[in-house]
């Protein structure tokens, strides 16, 4: 079975700043997805990135960029200039490219900004 | 367009009682997915339904949870005998046909209160 491992419970980073969140995972999978989720107080999920595991370049959205090494099975999670509405839980998911469509969760870091 | 919907937002009961939570995915989504988020911890997955194929049920810890999805959309997911430790989030997510690349999204949640 898969895990996901998230080491730092909590995160905290001056506005503007950079902060990078880390995530390993298990799997004996060669195709998989991977995910960051940010969950503000709304408790609803949003989808931040996501990184498929046959693509050797790191995925970028804006501000939010992954360092993806797939030898090492890490994938953090990179914010540069952190605003104010980054303030939330951060889950990395682990998602199969076939068979179970579930997503695995790690245990989340909460992560604050301080202006 | 509209989102996951869930309801009830909020769900107060007294330990041994019934409950029902409600999820009306996305329009067109074939997928459908139930989450459990205990206070401060990742979330675990339940159960999958994928358009007309038998359910994934391998994440419900027991015989007392159960779900159903009625013409392929809203979903119900039923706790009986409710215990405290049934206590948490129960987050619904829906995604559309095309694979484990197609991003889940996610409701609010039904945040289950049992005394």
């Known amino acids: 079975a898969q895990t996901v491992t998230q080491s730092q419970p909590e995160m905290s980073v001056q506005e503007a700043e950079t902060v990078t969140l880390s995530c390993t995972y298990d799997?004996?999978?060669?195709?998989?997805?991977l995910f960051w989720y940010k969950q503000p107080p709304s408790r609803q999920m949003i989808l931040v990135i996501r990184q498929e595991a046959y693509k050797q370049q790191n995925a970028t959205e804006n501000r939010f960029s992954v360092n993806f090494q797939k030898a090492a099975k890490s994938f953090s999670l990179k914010i540069s200039d952190s605003q104010l509405g980054d303030a939330a839980m951060y889950f990395c998911a682990y998602r199969s490219a076939e068979g179970a469509q579930k997503l695995v969760f790690g245990q989340g870091t909460r992560l604050t900004i301080n202006p | 367009g509209a989102g996951v919907s869930q309801s009830p937002s909020n769900k107060v009961t007294e330990k041994g009682k019934d409950v029902e939570l409600r999820c009306d995915p996305i329009?067109?989504?074939?997928?459908l997915y139930w989450y459990r988020q205990s206070l401060g911890q990742g979330l675990e997955f339940l159960i999958y339904f994928q358009g007309n194929s038998a359910p994934d049920k391998s994440g419900l810890p027991s015989d007392r949870f159960s779900a159903e999805r009625t013409g392929g959309s809203v979903s119900t997911l039923t706790i009986q005998r409710t215990q405290q430790e049934d206590s948490a989030v129960y987050l619904c997510a829906s995604s559309p046909l095309g694979g484990a690349l197609k991003p889940q999204h996610f409701g609010d949640g039904t945040r289950l209160s049992i005394l």
């Open positions: 329009s067109g989504h074939t997928a």
């Open positions: 799997t004996s999978e060669s195709d998989y997805y």
